[in-house]
């Protein structure tokens, strides 16, 4: 059983040194995956560039998130910050609830 564990471990290692030595070395040129084959245009083009990031938002505690203001709670989030999505929505208590971005879609967190 060591034999096959070892030789298992050996190819394994082997076929991981074979993919990186044959890997197209890193280099600072430009390719043409940034530009156009038939010109020297750049495909990003300025308007397509973000010029309105929407806000960022420091949690800094424990924070739970739900699918909706008021709604179900999802999960939780530890300490970080988050992607809002711009949405905003006012409580009667004079809290707000932010739309944010997960990573199970959009979620609603409650900012006192």
Known sequence: ????VSITAALALAL???????ADP???TVTNSTYNNNSDEPI???DEV????TPMHELTKL?????A???????????????TTGNRF?????????????WLGTAWIYVD
């Open 50 to 53: 973000v010029l309105n990031p």
């Open 90 to 102: 006012e409580d009667a208590r004079g809290g707000e609830w932010v739309e944010i971005y997960t």
């Open 63 to 67: 924070t739970y998130f739900y699918n």
């Open 1 to 4: 059983m060591k034999k096959t």
């Open 44 to 46: 990003i083009k300025p």
């Open 69 to 83: 203001p008021n709604g179900k709670k999802v999960g939780a989030l530890a300490p970080q910050k988050v992607d």
């Open 26 to 28: 890193v280099t600072g």
């Open 16 to 22: 991981s040194l074979t993919a990186v030595a044959s």
